[in-house]
């Protein structure tokens, strides 16, 4: 069941929400993570590039994981 309620929230908040398809969802996602009880590190919430090139930085360039994870970043980028 839902349930309409008005919150006041920072009007920079309300610019990114406009840009949601839907954004009752965007805010009862939020809020659950939010509120969840596990406020661990969670990987899932870090975009893959950026994973991409934490790990590349691990290697020397002239390493062949290096150009692995180069390709694979290459692969990642948006069309």
């Given amino acids: 069941m839902r349930v309409a309620r ?14 949601k ?24 919430d870090v975009p893959i590039f950026q994973l991409l090139a934490t790990l590349q930085s691990r290697f020397d360039q002239f390493d062949a994981e290096y150009s ?3 390709t694979l970043i290459a692969m990642c980028k948006p069309s």
């Avoid at 929230?9 to 990114?16: K, L, Y």
């Avoid at 996602?29 to 990987?43: E, Q, T, W």
């Fill in 6 to 19: 008005t919150f006041t929230i920072d009007i920079d908040i309300v610019q990114q929400l406009r840009r």
């Fill in 21 to 44: 398809v839907n954004q009752s969802e965007t805010v009862n996602r939020a809020l659950r993570k939010y509120m969840s009880d596990d406020d661990g590190f969670n990987l899932s």
């Fill in 68 to 70: 692995l994870i180069q």
